[in-house]
């Protein structure tokens, strides 16, 4: 027995898309959690202490979460005027209650506990038996517990140090009431360390705000002073347990799904104005979108001197295609007229394709439909809403597109005339055309699943709902409905109700939804300096257009008058990092100037603890295998999507190839302040370079003196390979 209860507009995360998404009570620090799709404010949440327990005289009671967190953001087409923004909700519904995540013991640093050595954590210390590796500072000396700081205990095992059995533990260190940083091992002798509590694991941000907040069970609107505020990418929480029988099978079986359920809404009545742009902004992404019967060319010759021949061919099944102006390579010829690639050796005239911006929602296929109030939550697909998405589907074919489009077409009209024409409902309808219009609104072919993503409906939510609403009286009232059917159904509502406790949704029922992942995609203003990666020109989110400073002979005399040293010794430096690739990376005519960079799988296998181990091109305990330069930000993205910030932090930037790690005695509050600060201008990479030297005596003693020895030991390593001698010659070069 499936709930009957589905929202519409929203998305379901299950074990089949997300399987590491569900916690995993004995390594927590294993699984993945959901991760918020914008930025903004936590407007509202509840926290369930435990599964709902619905009682519907079953071998047990159905789990069911009610835990949620709603998000408020504010997207600024235009930042000076406020009537062309839009406040969107994002939901994220059935996320795992407080009892699905793990405890763990804390544990205080003695007296005799201060300077107990930390050691290296990967993913084999399971089957390790000797003491791991003990932890280095940037220095070369061990790093060292310190009397008083807190410890959270993950794990326990014996290692044999000396040859003896020593109980160690897996740690990591208690920062504002939660475990945060690295994870290490430290000897677990009860002289060194004593009980000091327990605490959560893996506990979202947001969650231990919620924590402290001290309300359970209910639904919390925050007040003014508590400002919870989130950031794509930020944890939600993990996938929450649904149980659910089988009422067809005696005995009946319960199975359990882990799931959760996303929505992004809007009570915006501007939304239809948005859609339109009748703002007519034009900035931020572009695209062109092909007319029909429009025709195509052929390119000649190269550069500004190439020509364009028409050919015979003309748009017909392309016709309607998007494609962001960039891909297109568009080409201005000596006349003025620009062409643009729609595919290899095809080119288009400007006259014949919509240049679009990113606002242009509705030329972009976005499409709003405003439904009636829902009458029946069990018979949503006999509403009128239905068939007008069936008919914005069907105007995208055309028999002039082809064949498959005259049929697509033919198929979508009969489909909109029965269900036009369709009986009124009875309480034992005909499931039939139900499957029909549930297909043709989920069929992955001819691009349907991107007009049905682009579809914003208005109708009313069922997060309002009890079960005395007369909107379920098929299920609990009207219908010959088991007992079991209505427990369930019931316990459902009465767990997951929210809207009716949360200003501004209690005063309104009909809402906005919007796809949760297709609409937050296309409002992504900006736009990224590209880079080959992997032969593709890709976007790169996390660091700034180039804008062309470069250090002058001033900046490099103000720069040597601060730390005291040589203009030509700062030079040195910088000639020995960079090579001849200098500040920047260039690869192609159509890229852009991207930092010239150098991704150090050690280093992000250090700030990963080893978890990403089986990528042994960018995680590994070993230094070395860094390739060519044109893979490193290859290597750098593909660590990104594993963990944005170990990644921005295992690579080393710009003219003085300076870890991101190091973004706090360069000057910046956080890795990705470093890199898009460095990656803006040749001036700041200086500046990142002076701060750096300025915080470490032993470096600004050495490039003073000249001690080029001393200088790379520190810069570079203690195993660094020759980098003296090079920074030696440069500098008598540049003498």
């Given at each position: 027995?499936?709930l ?8 379901h995360i ?5 399987p ?15 991760q918020f799709m914008m ?19 079953q ?5 069911q ?7 408020k953001?504010?997207?600024?087409p235009d ?9 969107l909700y ?5 996320i ?8 763990r ?9 201060h300077?107990?050595r930390?050691?290296k954590?990967?993913?084999?210390d ?7 590796d ?22 326990q ?12 533990a ?6 504002d009431g939660?475990?945060?940083g690295d ?11 004593e ?5 959560y694991?893996c506990?979202?941000?947001?969650m ?27 944890p ?7 149980d ?12 359990t ?7 992004l809404?809007?009570l ?6 948005v ?5 007519g ?6 695209f ?14 190269e ?7 028409q050919m ?19 080409f201005t ?17 400007q ?7 990113q606002h ?11 439904a ?20 914005s589907i069907?105007?995208?074919?055309d028999?002039?597109?082809g064949?498959?489009s005259?049929?697509?077409k033919?198929?979508?009209d009969s ?12 309480p034992?309808?005909?499931k039939?055309l ?13 691009n ?5 993503r682009?579809?914003?409906?208005k ?11 007369t ?6 009232t009207?219908?010959?409905e088991?007992?079991v ?13 929210w809207m ?15 796809h949760?992942?297709e ?17 593709e020109?890709?976007?790169?989110e996390f ?13 490099y ?18 000639k ?9 990376f260039?690869f192609?005519?159509n890229d852009d100037?991207v ?8 280093h ?11 990528f ?15 893979i ?15 990644a ?28 898009f ?15 750096f030297?300025k915080?470490?005596r ?10 080029w ?6 810069y ?20």
């Amino acid at each position: 027995m499936a709930l009957v209860i589905t929202g519409t507009g929203g998305i379901h995360i299950g074990t089949s898309s997300s399987p590491a998404s569900v916690l995993n009570q004995d390594t927590p620090e294993k699984s993945v959690p959901l991760q918020f799709m914008m930025d903004g404010e936590v407007v509202a949440w509840r926290v369930n202490r435990d599964y709902a327990a619905i009682e519907c005289y079953q071998e047990r009671p159905l789990r069911q979460s009610g835990t949620f967190v709603l998000v408020k953001s504010v997207y600024k087409p235009d930042e000076q005027d406020e009537s062309s923004w839009l406040t969107l909700y994002q939901l994220y519904m059935h996320i795992a209650p407080l009892s699905e995540f793990p405890k763990r013991p804390l544990y205080r640093v003695t007296q005799k506990g201060h300077g107990v050595r930390m050691r290296k954590h990967s993913r084999h210390d399971d089957s390790r038996e000797i003491v791991p590796d003990v932890l280095a500072n940037k220095h070369g000396h061990a790093r060292m517990l310190m009397q008083g700081e807190t410890l959270t205990v993950l794990q326990q095992k014996s290692f044999l140090l000396e040859l003896r059995p020593e109980p160690f533990a897996l740690v990591q260190r208690l920062q504002d009431g939660k475990p945060a940083g690295d994870l290490f091992w430290v000897s677990m002798r009860p002289e060194y360390l004593e009980p000091d509590g327990e605490c959560y694991v893996c506990l979202p941000e947001w969650m231990h705000h919620a924590l402290n907040h001290g309300v359970f069970d209910d639904v919390v609107v925050p007040s003014a002073p508590l400002k919870v505020t989130v950031k794509a990418g930020d944890p939600v929480g993990f996938l929450g347990a649904q149980d659910l029988a089988d009422e067809d099978n005696y005995p009946q079986i319960i199975t359990t799904d882990y799931k959760a359920h996303i929505e992004l809404l809007s009570l915006d009545e501007h939304v239809p104005d948005v859609v339109a742009n009748v703002k007519g902004i034009k900035t931020g992404k572009q695209f062109i979108k092909l007319k029909l019967k429009r025709p195509l060319y052929l390119r000649n010759g190269e550069d500004e001197e190439s020509t364009f021949k028409q050919m015979s061919a003309i748009t017909r099944a392309d016709a309607g295609k998007i494609i962001p102006r960039d891909a297109t390579y568009p080409f201005t010829d000596k006349n003025g007229v620009t062409y643009f690639q729609i595919r290899p050796h095809t080119w288009m005239h400007q006259d014949d394709v919509e240049q679009l911006s990113q606002h242009d929602l509705a030329e972009l296929n976005f499409h709003c439909i405003e439904a009636e109030h829902t009458t029946d939550f069990t018979r949503t697909l006999d509403e009128r809403w239905v068939i007008d998405a069936l008919k914005s589907i069907s105007s995208h074919f055309d028999s002039e597109k082809g064949p498959a489009s005259a049929q697509a077409k033919m198929f979508y009209d009969s489909l909109i005339h029965n269900a036009e024409n369709r009986r009124p409902p009875d309480p034992y309808p005909d499931k039939s055309l139900d499957e029909l219009l549930f297909g043709a609104l989920h069929t992955n072919q001819m691009n349907i699943p991107e007009y049905a993503r682009r579809l914003i409906v208005k109708h009313d939510s069922d997060w309002h709902s009890t079960r005395e609403d007369t909107r379920w009286s098929s299920v609990f009232t009207v219908r010959d409905e088991s007992p079991v059917v209505k427990m369930a159904n019931g316990g459902f509502l009465d767990v997951t109700r929210w809207m009716d406790k949360v200003p501004p949704f209690a005063s309104q029922r009909s809402v906005w939804h919007f796809h949760p992942l297709e609409f937050p995609e296309i409002l992504r203003s900006a736009e990224f300096p590209k880079t080959p990666v992997n032969g593709e020109l890709t976007p790169i989110e996390f660091i700034h257009f180039y804008n062309g400073d470069k250090i002058d002979d001033t900046d490099y005399e103000e720069a040597a008058k601060e730390l005291g040293c040589e203009v030509a010794a700062i030079k040195a430096v910088a000639k020995t990092e960079n090579g001849p690739y200098g500040s920047y990376f260039k690869f192609e005519d159509n890229d852009d100037y991207v930092p010239a960079i150098l991704f150090e799988r050690h280093h992000f296998h250090k700030y990963t603890n080893g978890k990403y181990d089986q990528f042994e091109d960018i995680s590994n305990p070993v230094a070395g295998g860094y390739g060519a330069t044109s893979i490193q930000y290859a290597k750098l993205i593909k660590a990104y999507a594993l963990d944005k910030k170990a990644a921005l932090k295992s690579a080393s930037w710009g003219k003085f190839q300076i870890l991101a790690s190091n973004y706090a005695t360069s000057g910046y509050a956080s890795p990705e302040d470093f890199v898009f600060a460095l990656s803006k201008s040749e001036k700041n990479q200086l500046k990142a370079f002076v701060s750096f030297i300025k915080a470490d005596r032993v470096l600004l003693r050495s490039i003073r003196t000249k001690d080029w020895l001393s200088f790379a030991q520190r810069y570079n390593g203690p195993r660094q390979k020759g980098y003296d001698l090079k920074m030696e010659r440069n500098y008598n070069a540049s003498l």
